[in-house]
């Protein structure tokens, strides 16, 4: 397996780009930002098709870029498998065709062997006759990502693998990338502003934020559990907060904070006393109780007032207010008929120490 | 009452009459003066002979060689520059991609007084070719060089609009799937643009086989060497209408003829493509 390192800067009107990637060749690396963010403009600048005001790009022992030593692979030699978001498969040729479009021709039998197998993983052997224009939109991409891999890659670039599925598709897209990476071993890049394809797919992650990788990690890590303010706020975590240091408690590895009127407890971080700090806790981490809970391990339980009830993109959430403290709550619809909880409430929050994390600016 | 009230009930009536009856008018308006030239050449009963007259024939042989040799130029220099313009965000090629439609709306007579200007003997580069030993103006080549100058805008503007309009990442997939920039061409950008381009060869031949006002000024109207089948129109009518007549529908028939054959072979490529 090559390893791949990639170092690229490019400019364009108002748009600064700046990174540096390295993966090594079991990675599955997660390109994680909002629109914008400079995600696709990677992935052609490693596909020859964007040209970097400075940069190299190096697949294993292969140098195919060094701006220093003017060395640039026209896109056409770099054997990087590239899948679009909207799949672009040619419209005026068969599936087959398409298939075989960027193999060697006359069909060697080795080519047509590795052929069969790609058909055969991707379940597509039946498709091949087939004009590309009357496919599904599933059978389209594995279409795409069969015609990447013909060419044997020794790199493959996925933007926005399942972004136009619809949910059951994109479970089953997302078990066959993983099954591909495992059987095909290709480093892997896959394009995603959806958690939960990050977190299926990526073994390392990097969030990109106007051009730049402002955070980066394992997949579980950084989208559970952030280390900055701008990735907590392009993942969506939803309680974000200020608040000051009261206290610190390094045998029981606890810091308590003020936030408003609350005490909150945190995991033990390495600030003072007085500090002002940034708190992150994700809305689905915080459990919700009609009734004063007692007895209980979690170390955060606050009275609070529900001011609002609607629904989020992942469940119910609720707004909830303790004097000027305010918390985004996420619950199930079952949890919110069974409580039968209503706008005006009291309610009790709990929530662990550990799902409160630091976020620095 | 009754008919007021079939208006109410379907008030999109007298537009469609409106639109029927516009669309016969110009139906008539087009289609009269092409039957009345049939109509006209059949009783005159002499096609045959008036086609195979020396002179009928040297007019059909020129004007088929010339618009033939012109439009494999346009091809062969106006897809590059059809191609390189619809591909380019220079300013100065935008402002040339203006320059090259000038030939469409400006008359071809003064395009005829322009070309002798510059290739005639008292033209800018007269006096140079003629050192050379070249001389262009009057001439066959000087047909081809009048049809190439007023059709070849009709070809690239076809060509550069179809270019513009195929997806760019289809070619640069192509280019990451290992085909070269000419490879990609070939096979992606001339299958998905070729209804484009092969209208545009049918407009771009069918105007130079009509050219007429630049072809006089600047090649003249002499028979076999430079008189094409409209100048041969326009002599006969001063002498003899049924050769006029006769001339005018075997020009029809060449025409129509060119505009269906390219547009089934472009359909059928398309077809076949898949």
Redesign the interface.
Known sequence: MNSVHAYLEYSNDNFNLCVDIHMNGKDSLILYGPSGSGKTTIL?LL???LHPSQGSIRIGEQVLLDTNSHISQ?????????V?QDY?L?????VMKNLT??MPRPLTYDHADFLNLITDTLNITNLEER?VLSLSGGEMQRVAIA??LA?KPNLLLLDEPSSSLDLELRMSVRNLIKQLHEEFKIPTIIVTHDQQEALALGTQMHVLQNGEIIESGEPNQVLGQPEKIPTASSIDIENIFEATVTSRDATNGITVCQYHDLNVEIPLYDIAIGDNINIGIKASDIIVATEKPSNISARNVFEVKVTKIYNGRSGIMLECYAGASHFSVQITKSALDELAILEGQTLYLLFKASSCFMLKP | MIKGKAIQQNPAKPSHALGALIIIVYVFFIGLPLLALIIKTASSGSLLNVLFSSTTLQAIKLSIITSLISIIIIVIIGTPVAYIISRSDSKILKILDIFIELPIILPPIVAGVAMLMAFGRQGILGGTLEQLGITIPFTTTAVIFAQIFVSAPFYIRSARISFGAIDKDLEDLSRTLGKSPWHTFWNITIPLTWTGLTTGIALSWARSLSEFGATLMFAGNMIGETQTMPLGIMTAMETDLNTALNLSLVLLMISVIILLGIHFLSSKFSRTRV
């Not at chain 1, 026209?74 to 590239?82: L, T």
């Not at chain 1, 040619?90 to 068969?94: A, D, R």
Request: net charge positive; charged share 20%; glycine share 12%.
């Open positions: 052609k596909l020859g098709l026209p896109a056409h030699q770099r054997k990087i498998g590239y679009p672009k040619f419209p005026h040729l068969s479009y960027g004009n015609r990447a060419i």
